[in-house]
Each structure stands twice: as C-alpha cells, then as structure tokens.
C-alpha cells in the first residue's frame, strides 16, 4: 500500500484535549482539512480556532457530540457522512476510563465505559466505511491502550473496551486490506493526558484508595502528547499495522509475551516495591 495522502479530510476523536488536540495541527500542517468531535463545546471551539490560525487555508469543522449517548452518536454519524464525503482519514480516539474493581463498578458504569471507548468507535466505523472505501489508499485510526495489551486490576473496564478496541482493529484491517483503506491499532503507553483528570470513579470504590490511585497513575502520565502524536501520524503515513508508543507500552508488551500467564504476579511484586520505596 502506498503511503498515505495527507490531502484529504480527516475525523478525530476526543479533539478537544490531549492525543486528539495536538493531532489536530499536526494534520492541518500536512495538508489535511479537519472534522474535530468532542462533547466538550468549549475546549473544542479552541482548538479549532487555534487549527485555523496557524493553518487559514485548511477547513476545520466541529461536532459537539457525547459518545456516551447512542442517539448523538448516530446524529453525528450521519452528520459526518452527508456533509464530508472527502473523508479519507478516521481516528477514533475519544476514550474514558473507569476506576474501581469488577465487583465495585456497576453495570451501568461499566456499559459508560464501553459505550465510548468501543461502540462509538464502531458505529462511526461503520457510517463512514462506504466513505473511507470510495477513496481507495484511505486509513483508520483506532486508538487502544497498553490495557489492550494487558489487563491489571483495578481495570476491568478499561481493559475491556480496549483490548475489544485492537481486535477490532487488527480484523478490519484484514478485511480492508484489498480495498486499499490501511488500519492502524495504537497502544499509547503513560502520554500526558487527562485521562486520569477525567475518570470516573466506581460506585463502590472507597475514595480515599481512589485518590492514592490517581495520583500513582497520573505520575506515570509523562510522554508528552504532541510526540504521541507526530508518532501517529509517521505510522499513518507509513501504514503501520500497530503502534507502540513509548517504554511503558513497549516493556510491558515484552513482558505479556513472555509471561502470558503470570504477569500479574510481577505487576504486583512492582507495585509493592514502589510502596516500599515510597515509605523508605
């Protein structure tokens, strides 16, 4: 397949903060006119203008959309298919987490979860494939996790959605490959986001144990979200089949391989040495 044409338009998820927002300039630079969906109205209003200034000869649109809801979803879809039939780029990034154990989670919340990390991304999927197939050498963008690579405790949702997140992927892109439309499965590792800012908390998780969570995770949040970026759009350009991006999603892959069956034992022997060292 050849590399990818950046002149078309692309649609991003979860535009208005971390990964999506500074993909957003990234592609304008390259030539690409923007679709920019995120259900925060405000934050996604500056981005786009910020887009247009540094790009004034690029369109850049905005979806205000909550993917938690199937109607929005099913709105913006329709919306996206009727007024941008230039569509050639798809990157479903939008993405919520969820903190708290199976047992402390309801089914609601875990459904929340599920609902934007996974459906959305398959219903918009499947509302611009007959778009993203008109135009041979096209590309979709599935953002997943380094929980789509392994699943730790305190994460069932998450990982849940997101390792569904690379199966889908990894199977579209068998099924779009004599299309020419190229998949690109992602598995970001600690990018500064706000992922930890904005999860939500399980029902039945005691808050003072969620508060000492956040914090161990937000410390990991470290790899800065404009290179994330820049390293999707090489791997969109180059039509890479599945992106690891920084040493924490490509170490605990290597673990996986290694120990399938008993990583969690070593995540756990680490997270009690971190204890230890915390309180030396």
Not at 198 to 220: H, K, N, Q, W
Request: proline share 5%; glycine share 10%; net charge positive.
């Amino acid at each position: 397949m050849r590399p990818y044409d950046f002149t078309g338009t692309a649609v991003v998820t979860g535009a208005a903060s971390g990964i999506g927002a500074a993909l957003a300039p990234q592609l304008a630079a390259r030539g690409t006119d923007l679709v920019l969906l995120d259900r925060d109205g405000d934050r996604l209003e500056r981005v786009a203008a910020s887009v247009r200034a540094a790009s004034p000869e690029r369109a850049v649109d905005t979806v205000v959309a909550d993917l938690a809801d199937a109607g929005q979803v099913r709105a913006a879809a329709e919306a996206l298919v009727r007024d941008h039939p230039a569509t050639t780029l798809l990157v479903n990034n939008a993405g919520v987490a969820l903190a708290g154990r199976f047992d402390q989670v309801t089914l609601e919340e875990f459904d929340w979860v599920l609902d934007v990390n996974l459906r959305a991304a398959v219903r918009l999927t499947h509302a611009l494939l007959p778009t993203l197939r008109a135009h041979p050498g096209a590309h979709v963008v599935c953002v997943s996790s380094l929980f789509g690579l392994m699943a730790p405790a305190g994460q069932v949702a998450y990982a849940t959605s997101k390792f569904a997140v690379r199966g889908f992927a990894e199977a579209l892109r068998h099924e779009l490959a004599d299309d020419g439309v190229g998949v690109t499965s992602v598995h970001p590792g600690g990018i500064a986001t706000r992922i930890a800012e904005t999860a939500r908390l399980g029902s039945g998780v005691d808050p003072v144990e969620a508060a000492r969570g956040t914090a161990e995770f937000s410390r990991l949040l470290r790899y800065p979200a404009d290179r994330a970026a820049r390293r999707i759009v090489e791997a969109v350009e180059r039509r890479r089949p599945r992106l690891l991006i920084g040493a924490s999603a490509v170490v605990p892959d290597v673990l996986v391989r290694l120990a399938p069956g008993s990583y969690g034992r070593v995540l756990a022997g680490a997270a009690r040495l971190a204890g230890l060292r915390r309180g030396a």
